[in-house]
Protein backbone atom coordinates (compact mmCIF):
# COMPACT_ATOMS: atom_id res chain seq x y z
CA UNK A 1 0.00 0.00 0.00
CA UNK A 2 1.41 3.65 -0.92
CA UNK A 3 2.35 5.52 1.96
CA UNK A 4 3.31 8.57 0.81
CA UNK A 5 1.44 12.05 0.87
CA UNK A 6 2.12 15.40 -1.31
CA UNK A 7 1.91 16.69 2.37
CA UNK A 8 4.27 14.30 4.29
CA UNK A 9 6.78 15.20 1.11
CA UNK A 10 6.69 18.79 1.58
CA UNK A 11 7.15 18.65 5.27
CA UNK A 12 10.14 16.71 4.77
CA UNK A 13 13.39 18.53 6.25
CA UNK A 14 16.90 18.14 5.66
CA UNK A 15 18.86 16.21 7.99
CA UNK A 16 22.47 15.48 8.85
CA UNK A 17 22.70 12.75 6.04
CA UNK A 18 20.77 11.58 3.75
CA UNK A 19 17.56 9.77 3.70
CA UNK A 20 14.92 7.77 2.17
CA UNK A 21 10.87 8.11 1.94
CA UNK A 22 9.71 4.49 0.95
CA UNK A 23 6.29 4.82 -0.72
CA UNK A 24 6.49 1.28 -1.80
CA UNK A 25 7.22 -1.28 -4.97
CA UNK A 26 10.70 0.04 -5.04
CA UNK A 27 10.06 3.79 -5.27
CA UNK A 28 11.46 6.04 -2.85
CA UNK A 29 12.30 10.03 -2.29
CA UNK A 30 16.04 10.21 -1.66
CA UNK A 31 16.13 13.66 0.68
CA UNK A 32 19.80 15.03 0.69
CA UNK A 33 21.50 17.55 3.55
CA UNK A 34 21.26 20.18 0.73
CA UNK A 35 17.09 19.58 1.39
CA UNK A 36 16.71 18.50 -2.79
CA UNK A 37 14.49 15.81 -3.30
CA UNK A 38 14.67 13.08 -6.03
CA UNK A 39 12.43 10.12 -7.39
CA UNK A 40 14.22 6.78 -6.95
CA UNK A 41 13.28 3.14 -7.60
CA UNK A 42 15.50 0.34 -6.20
CA UNK A 43 14.59 -2.85 -8.98
CA UNK A 44 16.33 -6.62 -9.70
CA UNK A 45 17.33 -7.21 -13.11
CA UNK A 46 18.52 -10.71 -13.95
CA UNK A 47 19.38 -11.01 -10.33
CA UNK A 48 21.04 -7.72 -9.58
CA UNK A 49 20.14 -4.98 -7.77
CA UNK A 50 19.63 -1.88 -10.06
CA UNK A 51 18.80 2.10 -9.06
CA UNK A 52 16.94 4.33 -11.66
CA UNK A 53 16.44 7.72 -10.95
CA UNK A 54 13.48 9.01 -12.28
CA UNK A 55 13.77 13.13 -11.72
CA UNK A 56 13.71 15.86 -9.32
CA UNK A 57 10.85 16.80 -6.78
CA UNK A 58 8.51 18.77 -7.08
CA UNK A 59 9.50 18.92 -11.33
CA UNK A 60 8.31 15.58 -10.91
CA UNK A 61 5.26 15.39 -8.77
CA UNK A 62 4.46 12.21 -6.51
CA UNK A 63 2.25 10.80 -9.25
CA UNK A 64 4.29 11.19 -12.14
CA UNK A 65 7.01 9.09 -10.06
CA UNK A 66 4.72 6.34 -9.29
CA UNK A 67 3.70 6.11 -12.99
CA UNK A 68 6.77 5.98 -13.93
CA UNK A 69 7.87 3.45 -11.29
CA UNK A 70 4.86 1.23 -13.15
CA UNK A 71 6.38 2.34 -16.30
CA UNK A 72 9.78 0.67 -15.30
CA UNK A 73 7.99 -2.29 -14.08
CA UNK A 74 6.64 -3.11 -17.67
CA UNK A 75 9.62 -2.79 -19.20
CA UNK A 76 11.44 -4.96 -17.01
CA UNK A 77 8.88 -7.66 -17.48
CA UNK A 78 9.57 -7.17 -21.32
CA UNK A 79 13.05 -8.55 -20.00
CA UNK A 80 14.28 -4.70 -20.72
CA UNK A 81 16.39 -3.15 -18.15
CA UNK A 82 14.62 0.11 -17.44
CA UNK A 83 17.79 2.06 -16.32
CA UNK A 84 20.03 1.18 -19.57
CA UNK A 85 16.88 2.15 -21.77
CA UNK A 86 16.97 5.67 -20.28
CA UNK A 87 20.58 6.13 -20.88
CA UNK A 88 20.50 4.62 -24.59
CA UNK A 89 17.35 7.12 -24.56
CA UNK A 90 19.66 9.76 -23.27
CA UNK A 91 22.61 8.94 -26.27
CA UNK A 92 20.42 8.66 -28.61
CA UNK A 93 18.90 12.21 -28.31
CA UNK A 94 22.28 14.02 -27.64
CA UNK A 95 23.31 12.08 -30.67
CA UNK A 96 20.60 13.27 -32.95
CA UNK A 97 20.69 16.86 -31.36
CA UNK A 98 24.68 16.93 -32.58
CA UNK A 99 23.56 15.57 -35.83
CA UNK A 100 20.71 18.25 -36.79
CA UNK A 101 21.18 20.00 -40.22
CA UNK A 102 22.45 23.37 -38.62
CA UNK A 103 24.78 22.08 -36.30
CA UNK A 104 26.28 19.82 -39.35
CA UNK A 105 25.98 23.01 -41.73
CA UNK A 106 27.96 24.98 -39.40
CA UNK A 107 30.95 22.23 -39.44
CA UNK A 108 30.62 22.21 -43.21
CA UNK A 109 31.05 25.72 -43.29
CA UNK A 110 34.16 25.74 -41.24
CA UNK A 111 35.75 22.70 -42.77
CA UNK A 112 34.94 23.75 -46.42
CA UNK A 113 34.80 27.50 -46.74
CA UNK A 114 38.06 28.46 -45.21
CA UNK A 115 39.69 28.85 -48.65
CA UNK A 116 37.02 31.16 -49.86
CA UNK A 117 36.93 34.81 -50.34
CA UNK A 118 35.23 36.76 -47.74
CA UNK A 119 31.67 37.94 -50.17
CA UNK A 120 31.44 34.08 -51.25
CA UNK A 121 31.72 32.94 -47.35
CA UNK A 122 28.78 36.20 -46.46
CA UNK A 123 26.29 35.09 -49.56
CA UNK A 124 27.02 31.39 -48.56
CA UNK A 125 25.85 32.06 -44.63
CA UNK A 126 23.09 34.36 -45.75
CA UNK A 127 21.52 31.27 -47.76
CA UNK A 128 22.09 28.84 -44.43
CA UNK A 129 20.86 31.13 -42.10
CA UNK A 130 17.96 32.67 -43.93
CA UNK A 131 16.77 29.84 -46.00
CA UNK A 132 17.97 26.63 -44.81
CA UNK A 133 17.75 27.07 -40.73
CA UNK A 134 14.74 28.38 -40.58
CA UNK A 135 12.63 25.71 -42.48
CA UNK A 136 14.52 22.28 -41.00
CA UNK A 137 18.12 23.42 -39.19
CA UNK A 138 16.69 21.83 -35.62
CA UNK A 139 16.04 18.29 -37.34
CA UNK A 140 18.01 15.72 -37.79
CA UNK A 141 20.18 15.47 -41.18
CA UNK A 142 18.90 11.77 -41.69
CA UNK A 143 15.61 12.36 -41.69
CA UNK A 144 15.34 15.39 -43.75
CA UNK A 145 13.25 14.29 -47.19
CA UNK A 146 12.90 15.54 -50.84
CA UNK A 147 9.96 16.96 -49.94
CA UNK A 148 11.08 18.93 -47.02
CA UNK A 149 13.73 20.53 -48.82
CA UNK A 150 11.79 21.46 -51.53
CA UNK A 151 8.98 23.19 -49.56
CA UNK A 152 11.66 25.67 -48.32
CA UNK A 153 13.26 26.05 -51.69
CA UNK A 154 9.06 26.66 -53.17
CA UNK A 155 9.18 29.95 -50.69
CA UNK A 156 12.01 31.22 -52.33
CA UNK A 157 10.33 30.67 -55.32
CA UNK A 158 7.09 32.01 -54.57
CA UNK A 159 8.70 35.74 -53.95
CA UNK A 160 10.33 35.59 -57.13
CA UNK A 161 14.19 34.51 -56.16
CA UNK A 162 14.84 31.92 -58.54
CA UNK A 163 18.13 32.38 -58.64
CA UNK A 164 18.31 32.36 -55.36
CA UNK A 165 16.71 29.38 -55.07
CA UNK A 166 18.76 27.40 -57.35
CA UNK A 167 22.14 28.70 -55.14
CA UNK A 168 20.44 27.57 -51.60
CA UNK A 169 19.11 24.20 -52.69
CA UNK A 170 23.50 24.25 -54.30
CA UNK A 171 24.43 24.90 -50.83
CA UNK A 172 22.19 22.40 -49.15
CA UNK A 173 23.48 20.00 -51.32
CA UNK A 174 27.01 20.44 -50.11
CA UNK A 175 25.79 20.15 -46.53
CA UNK A 176 24.47 16.91 -47.03
CA UNK A 177 27.35 14.92 -49.16
CA UNK A 178 29.61 16.68 -46.49
CA UNK A 179 27.07 14.53 -43.76
CA UNK A 180 27.29 11.57 -45.90
CA UNK A 181 31.24 11.42 -46.12
CA UNK A 182 31.21 11.91 -42.40
CA UNK A 183 28.76 9.03 -42.01
CA UNK A 184 25.61 11.13 -40.41
CA UNK A 185 23.19 10.36 -43.60
CA UNK A 186 22.98 8.04 -45.97
CA UNK A 187 21.85 10.19 -48.78
CA UNK A 188 21.60 13.73 -50.88
CA UNK A 189 17.52 14.75 -50.82
CA UNK A 190 18.50 17.16 -53.23
CA UNK A 191 19.86 14.73 -56.15
CA UNK A 192 15.81 14.03 -56.24
CA UNK A 193 15.22 17.49 -56.80
CA UNK A 194 16.73 17.81 -60.13
CA UNK A 195 14.27 19.58 -62.63
CA UNK A 196 11.97 20.46 -59.83
CA UNK A 197 12.82 24.34 -59.60
CA UNK A 198 12.23 26.94 -62.24
CA UNK A 199 14.73 27.43 -64.29
CA UNK A 200 17.35 30.78 -64.42
CA UNK A 201 16.83 33.23 -66.83
CA UNK A 202 20.01 34.28 -67.92
CA UNK A 203 21.20 37.49 -66.92
CA UNK A 204 23.79 38.91 -69.40
CA UNK A 205 25.18 42.54 -67.70
CA UNK A 206 24.57 45.86 -69.63
CA UNK A 207 27.91 46.69 -71.76
CA UNK A 208 28.80 49.51 -74.12
CA UNK A 209 30.74 48.15 -77.40
CA UNK A 210 30.00 50.81 -79.56
CA UNK A 211 33.44 53.19 -79.80
CA UNK A 212 31.47 56.03 -80.33
CA UNK A 213 29.45 55.59 -77.08
CA UNK A 214 32.55 54.28 -74.79
CA UNK A 215 33.95 57.81 -75.60
CA UNK A 216 31.05 59.63 -74.13
CA UNK A 217 31.52 57.38 -71.24
CA UNK A 218 35.18 57.78 -70.80
CA UNK A 219 35.00 61.53 -71.08
CA UNK A 220 32.57 60.98 -68.50
CA UNK A 221 34.30 59.09 -65.71
CA UNK A 222 37.24 61.54 -66.67
CA UNK A 223 34.99 64.62 -65.61
CA UNK A 224 33.40 62.46 -62.46
CA UNK A 225 34.19 64.19 -58.64
CA UNK A 226 34.28 61.84 -55.95
CA UNK A 227 36.43 60.42 -53.24
CA UNK A 228 39.69 59.77 -54.49
CA UNK A 229 39.72 55.78 -53.89
CA UNK A 230 36.22 55.51 -56.39
CA UNK A 231 37.68 58.04 -58.78
CA UNK A 232 40.65 55.89 -59.15
CA UNK A 233 38.78 52.59 -59.19
CA UNK A 234 36.16 54.02 -61.45
CA UNK A 235 38.75 55.32 -63.96
CA UNK A 236 40.82 51.42 -63.35
CA UNK A 237 37.60 49.58 -64.30
CA UNK A 238 37.64 49.81 -68.26
CA UNK A 239 41.97 49.75 -68.09
CA UNK A 240 41.82 46.49 -66.22
CA UNK A 241 38.31 44.93 -66.50
CA UNK A 242 38.70 42.73 -64.01
CA UNK A 243 36.17 41.41 -61.54
CA UNK A 244 34.89 44.65 -59.32
CA UNK A 245 35.40 42.17 -56.54
CA UNK A 246 39.10 41.54 -57.32
CA UNK A 247 39.57 45.33 -57.80
CA UNK A 248 38.12 46.88 -54.90
CA UNK A 249 40.07 43.64 -52.80
CA UNK A 250 43.22 45.21 -54.14
CA UNK A 251 46.29 45.53 -51.42
CA UNK A 252 49.60 47.67 -52.07
CA UNK A 253 51.75 44.70 -51.52
CA UNK A 254 50.03 43.02 -54.58
CA UNK A 255 51.65 45.55 -56.87
CA UNK A 256 54.80 44.79 -58.16
CA UNK A 257 55.95 48.39 -59.22
CA UNK A 258 59.75 46.90 -60.95
CA UNK A 259 57.56 44.34 -63.32
CA UNK A 260 54.73 46.79 -63.60
CA UNK A 261 51.98 43.99 -62.65
CA UNK A 262 49.47 43.48 -60.46
CA UNK A 263 49.29 40.18 -58.38
CA UNK A 264 46.65 39.17 -57.16
CA UNK A 265 46.17 35.69 -55.09
CA UNK A 266 44.47 32.59 -56.06
CA UNK A 267 41.84 32.91 -53.03
CA UNK A 268 40.69 36.29 -54.29
CA UNK A 269 40.32 34.91 -57.42
CA UNK A 270 36.96 33.29 -59.21
CA UNK A 271 38.69 30.49 -60.78
CA UNK A 272 40.53 29.60 -57.26
CA UNK A 273 43.85 30.19 -59.39
CA UNK A 274 46.85 33.29 -59.25
CA UNK A 275 46.42 35.95 -62.10
CA UNK A 276 48.57 38.60 -63.06
CA UNK A 277 47.22 42.18 -64.26
CA UNK A 278 49.78 44.02 -66.42
CA UNK A 279 50.02 47.44 -65.85
CA UNK A 280 50.05 50.00 -68.66
CA UNK A 281 51.32 53.41 -67.83
CA UNK A 282 48.18 55.07 -67.61
CA UNK A 283 46.77 53.08 -64.59
CA UNK A 284 50.88 53.41 -62.90
CA UNK A 285 50.33 57.09 -62.84
CA UNK A 286 46.45 56.50 -61.38
CA UNK A 287 47.77 54.08 -59.05
CA UNK A 288 50.84 55.74 -57.91
CA UNK A 289 48.56 59.31 -57.36
CA UNK A 290 45.97 57.24 -54.96
CA UNK A 291 49.30 55.72 -53.07
CA UNK A 292 50.01 58.52 -51.86
CA UNK A 293 46.36 59.02 -50.09
CA UNK A 294 45.99 55.34 -49.28
CA UNK A 295 49.29 54.27 -49.26
CA UNK A 296 49.29 53.55 -45.68
CA UNK A 297 46.13 51.32 -45.56
CA UNK A 298 46.08 48.10 -46.28
CA UNK A 299 43.58 48.47 -49.21
CA UNK A 300 44.44 50.91 -52.23
CA UNK A 301 40.79 51.40 -52.08
CA UNK A 302 39.84 51.93 -48.79
CA UNK A 303 36.53 52.80 -47.52
CA UNK A 304 35.33 55.93 -45.94
CA UNK A 305 33.96 54.96 -43.17
CA UNK A 306 37.37 52.75 -42.31
CA UNK A 307 40.72 53.01 -43.94
CA UNK A 308 40.85 49.30 -42.88
CA UNK A 309 38.17 47.85 -45.02
CA UNK A 310 37.73 48.22 -48.65
CA UNK A 311 35.20 49.99 -50.65
CA UNK A 312 31.83 49.66 -50.90
CA UNK A 313 30.71 46.73 -53.78
CA UNK A 314 28.73 49.13 -54.87
CA UNK A 315 31.03 52.71 -54.66
CA UNK A 316 31.75 52.18 -58.85
CA UNK A 317 27.92 51.39 -59.84
CA UNK A 318 26.90 54.41 -57.25
CA UNK A 319 29.81 56.68 -59.54
CA UNK A 320 28.16 55.30 -62.99
CA UNK A 321 24.67 56.32 -62.37
CA UNK A 322 25.73 59.54 -61.05
CA UNK A 323 26.94 60.22 -64.49
CA UNK A 324 23.95 58.99 -65.17
CA UNK A 325 23.84 55.74 -67.09
CA UNK A 326 21.17 53.43 -66.16
CA UNK A 327 21.55 49.37 -65.19
CA UNK A 328 20.31 48.83 -68.72
CA UNK A 329 23.07 50.61 -70.38
CA UNK A 330 26.48 49.65 -68.38
CA UNK A 331 27.53 47.88 -65.25
CA UNK A 332 30.75 47.75 -63.95
CA UNK A 333 31.34 43.90 -64.95
CA UNK A 334 29.92 45.09 -67.91
CA UNK A 335 33.34 46.76 -69.04
CA UNK A 336 35.00 42.87 -69.53
CA UNK A 337 32.46 42.16 -71.71
CA UNK A 338 33.49 46.07 -73.65
CA UNK A 339 37.49 44.94 -73.39
CA UNK A 340 36.28 41.71 -75.08
CA UNK A 341 34.23 42.67 -77.25
CA UNK A 342 36.69 45.62 -78.35
CA UNK A 343 40.29 44.15 -78.01
CA UNK A 344 38.96 41.06 -80.90
CA UNK A 345 37.20 42.78 -83.15
CA UNK A 346 38.36 46.68 -83.68
CA UNK A 347 42.20 45.80 -81.90
CA UNK A 348 42.36 41.98 -83.76
CA UNK A 349 44.41 40.79 -80.47
CA UNK A 350 44.28 36.92 -80.10
CA UNK A 351 41.06 35.21 -78.71
CA UNK A 352 43.54 33.44 -76.05
CA UNK A 353 45.15 36.47 -75.01
CA UNK A 354 41.53 37.89 -74.10
CA UNK A 355 40.31 35.44 -72.28
CA UNK A 356 42.98 34.65 -70.16
CA UNK A 357 43.70 38.37 -69.49
CA UNK A 358 40.00 38.02 -68.59
CA UNK A 359 40.98 35.22 -65.97
CA UNK A 360 38.59 32.41 -67.79
CA UNK A 361 39.77 28.91 -68.09
CA UNK A 362 41.79 28.87 -71.15
CA UNK A 363 43.47 25.43 -72.26
CA UNK A 364 45.81 23.95 -74.36
CA UNK A 365 45.59 20.82 -76.81
CA UNK A 366 46.39 18.18 -73.98
CA UNK A 367 43.23 20.23 -71.88
CA UNK A 368 45.48 21.47 -69.21
CA UNK A 369 45.18 25.10 -68.03
CA UNK A 370 47.78 27.89 -68.92
CA UNK A 371 49.63 28.93 -65.74
CA UNK A 372 49.36 32.46 -64.51
CA UNK A 373 52.56 34.00 -66.65
CA UNK A 374 51.35 32.20 -70.08
CA UNK A 375 51.69 35.07 -72.98
CA UNK A 376 52.68 37.45 -69.86
CA UNK A 377 55.24 39.22 -72.24
CA UNK A 378 52.36 39.79 -75.09
CA UNK A 379 49.41 40.60 -72.50
CA UNK A 380 51.42 43.86 -71.18
CA UNK A 381 51.60 44.44 -75.14
CA UNK A 382 48.02 44.41 -75.13
CA UNK A 383 46.84 45.95 -72.19
CA UNK A 384 48.95 48.93 -73.21
CA UNK A 385 47.47 48.97 -76.60
CA UNK A 386 44.07 48.71 -75.01
CA UNK A 387 44.77 51.57 -72.56
CA UNK A 388 46.31 53.72 -75.56
CA UNK A 389 43.01 52.75 -77.75
CA UNK A 390 40.88 54.14 -74.92
CA UNK A 391 43.11 57.70 -74.16
CA UNK A 392 42.59 58.08 -78.25
CA UNK A 393 38.68 57.36 -78.09
CA UNK A 394 38.61 59.66 -75.05
CA UNK A 395 40.13 62.40 -76.79
CA UNK A 396 39.25 62.23 -79.55
CA UNK A 397 35.05 63.84 -80.83
CA UNK A 398 32.78 62.08 -82.95
CA UNK A 399 30.44 63.38 -85.16
Not at 130 to 143: E, M, N, R, Y
Not at 160 to 179: D, I, L, S
Not at 276 to 281: E, F, G, M, R
Not at 327 to 339: C, D, K, L, Q, V
Request: hydrophobic residues 35%; aromatic residues 8%; charged residues 25%.
Amino acid sequence: MNKLTALAINKAKPEEKAYKLRDGTGLYLHVLPSGSKSWRMKYRYTGKEKLLTIGSYPTVSLQAAREACQDAKKLIDQNIDPSAKKQADKQALNHAGGNTFEVIANEWFITKMQDKSASHKQRTQNLISTHLVPAFGSTPIKDITPSVVLKALRKIEAKGHNETAHKTKQVAGQVFRFAVTTDRAERDPCTDLKGALQPVKTKHHAAITEPIKLAKLLRDIEHYQGSPPVMAALKLSPLFFCRQGELRHMEWTEIDWSKKQWEIPAEKMKMREPHIVPLCKQAIDILTHLQAITGRSKYAFTNPRSSSRPMSENAVRVAIRTLGYTSTEITPHGFRATARTLLDEDLDYPFELIEHQLAHAVRDATGRAYNRTKHLKQRHVMMQGWADYLDNLRTNQFD
